[in-house]
């Protein structure tokens, strides 16, 4: 785990997070990882400036620019997601969980 320190999270958000973190894992150990007997998960979890915010600075306007986002990678070395699977579009239950906590 890769996370940046001092980052703190409202209820609401932190609860998000987990559910989020916890399907990917789970859905990593279940199907990444197919007979293998090893494998690495990594995650993590940094601060990134908004667009706004590096717009902004590029014209020397560093007014109100206090935003930050929150950049999350899970990855993983097993053996990967089909590159034409559109995620929006599986009915899985997880996938569904993701997808609506990673736009909310």
């Not at 990134?48 to 990678?73: A, F, L, P, Q």
């Not at 053996?79 to 997808?99: A, C, K, M, R």
């Amino acid at each position: 785990m890769h996370l940046e320190d001092d980052l703190f999270f409202d209820m609401d958000t932190a609860i998000s997070l987990g559910m989020v973190v916890n399907e990917l894992i789970s859905n990593s150990l279940k199907h990444t990882f197919p007979g293998w007997d090893h494998g690495e998960i990594q995650i993590k979890l940094s601060r990134g400036k908004t667009e706004e915010c590096i717009n902004r600075r590029e014209e020397n306007k560093n007014e109100n620019c206090n935003t930050i986002s929150i950049v999350m990678i899970i990855s993983d070395d097993g053996v990967g997601i089909p590159e034409n699977l559109e995620i929006v579009d599986i009915e899985s239950l997880g996938f569904q969980l993701i997808t609506f906590l990673w736009i909310s």
